[in-house]
């Protein structure tokens, strides 16, 4: 596959040596010109390729790249090659809208795949949808994005942010009375999804008797995290709890471990997914939990592929974004292969949407079904880094399991 750069933000992804196909009766066949073969099926994306949010947006980025290889190296959707048309939104909401709109009306996309964040995925939804478009997403799980009245919007994961810490709630509240930990602290960065992570589990453990001593909300720009991590050292809670994302999980670990913070319980979301957050916290990951959805060693159809093609192309190891961008691949292609058609129609796109709604797809996340606000109806996995590995730690008794919770947590 060939990258081109167009301009500063545009960044293409297509096929070397595109072969003439075979004439079809889908409907983007009716398009071409009398006699010739339709063309690729070119899908519009903008990613926060730099910004706040550049770091898990790359790994959305590249499991997008790694759907299409595997797509075009089986003959494309339909018979037509696959092209990415991705843009850079700097992690911007207005620039994500403007994005979405020029790839709709000027670049003439057949399809959209979504942005990473909720911040990024309302209004870039708010655009698919006044254009009548399919928009499956990987990265927008606050519940501020099923209020929006979206109707051919899906996420593609196993729950939204306030499910994500399911297992570990349920977990907390079987304890005894005598082990379970009676009191926590929150700090979150500024995100619907961040925030809907840490405060459902929050919820979830307030209704099973633990209390709430620190509850802090930071703007995505803070640096500094020693005053929040002094308010938390000064309340001595039995868990910590971080809604976060990579920088910012970095951040409050190394802040409080220099002030010698020791919950029973450290949990933050998105940061410990990454490989990079071991060597960024400079040895404190060990016994750190995290809601994940999606494990390489799963076994769920497609995985092991994914794995395996990902290395190929990047010489490194996959990670949960890169198999979240891969899911939305995954549904959009089942649901374009079902209708037999990937076309910016409304009739088309009702159709995929339509055939969404109704289906369950085996995904490398696992099976995914959605609600009919596109919420998917699943739940997450909780990770832990044991003796240095990261490790599938609840729910007990799955298939995915690969070792016991550690409670409570070495010291930092």
Known sequence: ??????????????????????????????????????????????????????????????????????????????????????????????????????????????????????????PAAKVAESYGMLFVEPAGAAKEVFEQGFTRLFYAAPAIASDHYNYLADHIAR??????????????????????????????????????????????????????????????PDIVVGGTQFEDSVGLVRALQELKVQPKLAAFSTGPTLAEFPAAVKGAAEHIVSPVGWSARSGFPGNDEMVRRYREMFRGEANEDAANGYTVGQIVEA?????????????????????IRQGTFDTVVGPLSFDDKGRPEQAHMIQQYVDGKVEIVLPEGSKAQTAKLVYPKKEW
């Open 1 to 122: 596959m060939a990258l081109v750069l167009k301009g500063l933000a545009i960044l293409t992804i297509c096929s070397l040596g595109l072969a003439a196909c075979a004439k079809t009766d889908e409907p983007g066949a009716t398009q071409q010109q009398a006699g010739q073969p339709p063309g690729p099926v070119r899908i519009g994306i903008s990613l926060p390729l730099t910004g706040d949010f550049a770091e898990p947006g790359k790994g959305i980025q590249e499991g997008y790249q790694v759907w299409a290889d595997r797509v075009n190296a089986k003959g494309g959707l339909l018979g037509r090659k696959v092209e990415l048309i991705f843009r850079d939104d700097a992690s911007d909401p207005n620039r994500v809208s403007s994005d979405y709109e020029s790839l709709i009306t000027q670049d003439k996309v057949n399809l959209v795949f979504g942005p990473f964040s909720s911040r990024l995925v309302i």
């Open 175 to 236: 304890l005894p009375a005598g082990q379970r930990p009676k009191t926590a602290a929150y700090a979150s960065l500024d995100d619907p999804f961040a925030q809907g992570t840490a405060y459902g589990l929050r919820d979830r453990l307030a209704a099973a008797g633990v209390r709430t001593v620190v509850d802090e909300v930071y703007p995505p720009e803070t640096t500094d995290f020693a005053p929040i991590a002094a308010k938390i050292a000064a309340a001595k």
């Open 335 to 355: 649901a374009v292969n079902a209708v037999k058609c990937a076309e910016p129609t409304k009739e088309c796109q009702d159709e995929l949407a339509r055939h």
